[in-house]
T-cell receptor, first 110, second 117 residues
Framework: GQQVMQIPQYQHVQEGEDFTTYCNSSTTLSNIQWYKQRPGGHPVFLIQLVKSGEVKKQKRLTFQFGEAKKNSSLHITATQTTDVGTYFCAAYFGNEKLTFGTGTRLTIIP | DAGVIQSPRHEVTEMGQEVTLRCKPISGHDYLFWYRQTMMRGLELLIYFNNNVPIDDSGMPEDRFSAKMPNASFSTLKIQPSEPRDSAVYFC???????????????FGSGTRLTVV
């Protein structure tokens, strides 16, 4: 079935380093959403991207939607311990069902 | 707003027993979703409702699983009989509407961690 692939699966970074996770689809997406799930918690909606080439920022987080609307990225500048968790992208494939990517688990080394 | 409320938070049951998970969506949200999360399979959509009507249950793994939404403020996911492979975290989520121009995502409940022994 249709799916979104995320890489990397895991990322360990020193506190203060940058972090990036990538989301890819073989088909064009109408939009893409990003979620964060803290350890032991539930997914929390971060943002939605709709337009080709769109870039949005939330403090140290930068979200990009590719020109072809087939890929997206989340970049965190100068990671902090509060950034620990799993980051998911999610997309609609022309229907009402939101399909989640496999997620990237971020751990921070203090 | 109290958000999406799920109960119980944890459930331990013996194989063969019936399990009922409950969800109260955010008032005014038209869509309700049931997801299952495991390490092996990630987040899987089981079923979703629009205005209390089941729209797509293709993700329900077997006939042992059933879901209902008798009114706009309550939904249940039932597993009968339960099996050890059903052990997972089950999330309920709600949304005001799906694809559109508004920047709305899903609001997830805290989940029910189910362990079947």
């Amino acid at each position: 079935g249709q799916q979104v692939m995320q890489i990397p699966q895991y990322q360990h970074v020193q506190e203060g380093e940058d972090f990036t996770t990538y989301c890819n689809s073989s088909t064009t997406l109408s939009n893409i959403q990003w979620y964060k799930q803290r350890p032991g918690g539930h997914p929390v909606f971060l943002i939605q991207l709709v337009k080709s080439g769109e870039v949005k920022k939330q403090k140290r987080l930068t979200f990009q939607f590719g020109e072809a609307k087939k890929n997206s990225s989340l970049h965190i500048t100068a990671t902090q311990t509060t950034d620990v968790g799993t980051y998911f992208c999610a997309a609609y494939f022309g229907n009402e069902k939101l399909t989640f990517g496999t997620g990237t688990r971020l751990t921070i080394i203090p | 707003d109290a958000g999406v409320i799920q109960s119980p938070r944890h459930e331990v049951t013996e194989m063969g027993q019936e399990v009922t998970l409950r969800c109260k969506p955010i008032s005014g949200h038209d869509y309700l979703f049931w997801y299952r999360q495991t390490m092996m399979r990630g987040l899987e959509l089981l079923i979703y409702f629009n205005n209390n009507v089941p729209i797509d249950d293709s993700g329900m793994p077997e006939d042992r699983f059933s879901a209902k939404m008798p009114n706009a403020s309550f939904s249940t996911l039932k597993i009968q009989p339960s099996e050890p492979r059903d052990s997972a975290v089950y999330f309920c989520a709600s949304s005001p509407y799906i694809v559109g121009t508004a920047n709305f995502g899903y609001t997830f409940g805290s989940g029910t961690r189910l362990t079947v022994v």
